[in-house]
């Protein structure tokens, strides 16, 4: 049987201050999705809700005291049909043996555990819709291709994102025999404005580097659409998995310099 899905849907799309996020909520209000934008910084949600007509609620999701306040607001707000884990970073592309402790553990705090709270606590909100709408719920995560390939320097962030798909995988086994989707987003090189400043410590011209002569990488508003899309599809559908790197990138390892043109 094909399950049908009408009406206004809600989502909440988390880490949706800036980058992938923002341009999520902004492309899901354009496909008349009502958003909760969810991050720490107020005064970008504010902006970002003027601009759109989203809601949104300011919480730091590495508290657990935080998601609990999110679920309840959205509780009392109305129904959920998707949650999109955007919320992560990189810090650091230094080796496993030199690399910082504490930058490994704020990866997987943010990569990693921030999701485990966000999916543990809002799925029975995904429950109680299904319960009374019928159709179904979705969970979108975004990790990324460094969650499937290891590169040198990679370190944590791979690790982290490794463990972000793990995680996706087995709560999909988990949820067989439910109408929930649950589908992974994994990006190759989006340049948005902030992840590899982040990465490198806010050294602007480090992070300019990055992208420096690499024809076209991804924008934050293709990954969005990408998402938007796989959101859209048939309820019966489930895109598992969908890995989108521009045409520039083979592998993390692996980005094309200059000009793309026929060998030969």
Do not use: C
């Amino acid at each position: 049987m094909t399950m049908k899905r009408g009406g206004t849907r809600r989502a909440v799309v988390t880490g949706a201050s800036s980058g992938i996020g923002a341009a999520t909520v902004r492309q899901l209000r354009a496909a008349g999705w009502d958003v909760v934008g969810v991050a720490r910084r107020e005064d970008r949600l504010a902006a970002l809700a003027a601009e759109t007509g989203a809601s949104f609620f300011v919480a730091d999701l590495t508290r657990q005291a935080d998601v609990d306040a999110l679920a309840a607001h959205l509780a009392e707000t109305g129904p959920l049909h998707a949650v999109v884990n955007n919320a992560g970073g990189a810090k650091g592309l230094d080796s496993v043996e030199g690399s910082d402790a504490a930058d490994w553990q704020w990866m997987f705090e943010v990569n990693v555990i921030a999701v485990k709270r966000v999916i543990s606590t809002l799925l029975p909100l995904l429950r109680d819709t299904v319960r009374a709408e019928g159709g179904g719920a979705d969970i979108v995560t975004v990790t990324s291709i460094a969650g499937h390939v290891a590169y040198v320097g990679g370190g944590g962030y791979n690790a982290a994102k490794f463990a972000a798909h793990a995680l996706t995988a087995v709560l999909r086994l988990e949820l067989n025999g439910e109408p929930i989707r649950v589908i992974e987003i994994a990006p190759g090189m989006v340049h948005t404005e902030e992840f590899s400043l982040v990465r490198f410590g806010g050294d602007q011209a480090r992070a300019d580097a990055v992208y420096a002569e690499v024809p076209n990488p991804l924008s934050a508003d293709d990954v969005a659409e990408t998402i938007v899309h796989a959101l859209g599809r048939p309820a019966h559908v489930d895109l598992d998995l969908i890995v989108v790197k521009p045409v520039a990138q083979s592998a993390p390892h692996l980005v094309a310099k200059g000009e793309l043109r026929p060998r030969g």
